[in-house]
Nanobody, 115 residues
């Protein structure tokens, strides 16, 4: 059974930064692409960044140039560095595999960008 635990969210002013972390239990972490997803109120959950086992990265257009995803396979952890945050980045952020596995959603971490 895989468990994904997200942390690092909070309240930040526009233009600020946050670093999210997601730690996974289970040995399959190191062989699968991982992604950060987010869900804003009234909207569908969307994939915003993904990273393969080898470190290839891809981003949604809305976050390209501002967010950086990385992973540490030895620690079973994936990170999301978020810079130049905007109010429209406000959402609950989740990590999961890519493609997602609905059995593995964690509780997410709330990111609120507001002055």
């Amino acid at each position: 059974q895989v468990q994904l635990v997200e942390s690092g969210g909070g309240l930040v002013q526009p233009g600020g930064s946050l670093r999210l972390s997601c730690t996974a239990s289970g040995s399959i972490f190191s062989i699968n692409p991982m992604g950060w997803y987010r869900q804003a109120p009234g909207k569908q959950r969307e994939l915003v960044a993904e990273v393969t086992r080898g470190g290839f990265r891809n981003y949604a257009d809305s976050v390209k140039g501002r967010f950086t995803i990385s992973r540490d396979n030895a620690k079973n952890t994936v990170y999301l560095q978020m810079n130049s945050l905007k109010p429209e980045d406000t959402a609950v952020y989740y990590c999961n595999f890519v493609p997602k596995n609905d059995d593995y959603w964690g509780q997410g971490t709330q990111v609120t960008v507001s002055s």
